[in-house]
């Protein structure tokens, strides 16, 4: 398997499921779990911190239409152009100095970014009140990732402050907790 198979595949893995939300949401202006957040501002800040990341590797993707709308149709022009971008081995196998090492574009996007479209997928379902079922790999992923990020979870702007969950909540709650949100 190539690097390219493997960053489209940990792609599509987060990003369908982030899709599936994105096309549920009714009301883009209902307030999300992230203080002062809307879901539309959930859903600009995931393509803006994606579209930042890739500019600061020296890939610009085409310009989404401004004159778009519609916030699921200008994540369905995002998500496309990034797919089709992990399609390029020469991209996904870059290599770049992050905060946290050493790594590959495409490591970055299905690992950090990939972690953000899991729990940002919550918060947009939240956002319109529905239950949003993590799988028993995406909070092992996300406990990983949390243990991983160290201190840089919770500088300004990541997390707010870990939660204390209720004994006996379920283990999303407990994770959910950790990244500030009250599942």
């Known amino acids: 398997m190539t690097g390219t198979q493997t960053a489209q595949q940990g792609w599509i893995a987060v990003a369908d499921p982030f899709t599936a939300v994105v096309d549920?949401?009714?009301d883009w202006t209902a307030a999300s779990p992230c203080a002062g957040w809307t879901a539309a501002d959930v859903l600009d800040h995931v393509i803006t911190t994606e579209r930042d990341f890739l500019?600061?590797?020296g890939i610009e993707l085409a310009a989404i239409d401004t004159s778009i709308e519609d916030p699921a149709a200008r994540w369905v022009a995002h998500?496309?152009?990034v797919r089709a971008l992990l399609a390029d081995?020469?991209?996904t196998e870059r290599r770049y100095t992050g905060a946290f090492g050493e790594t590959t574009i495409g490591a970055s996007l299905g690992s950090f970014y990939g972690f953000d479209l899991i729990v940002h997928r919550w918060d947009l379902a939240a956002s319109q009140g529905e239950q949003e079922p993590f799988t028993d790999a995406e909070?092992?992923?996300?406990?990983?990732?949390i243990d991983g990020f160290g201190e840089h979870a919770y500088a300004p702007g990541v997390f707010s402050g870990p939660l204390a969950a209720a004994e006996g909540a379920t283990r999303q709650v407990r994770v959910l907790a950790r990244t500030g949100r009250a599942g």
């Open 79 to 81: 998500e496309t152009a």
């Open 139 to 145: 909070l092992d992923r996300l406990d990983a990732s």
């Open 89 to 91: 081995d020469t991209v």
């Open 24 to 26: 549920r949401v009714a």
């Open 55 to 57: 500019s600061g590797q």
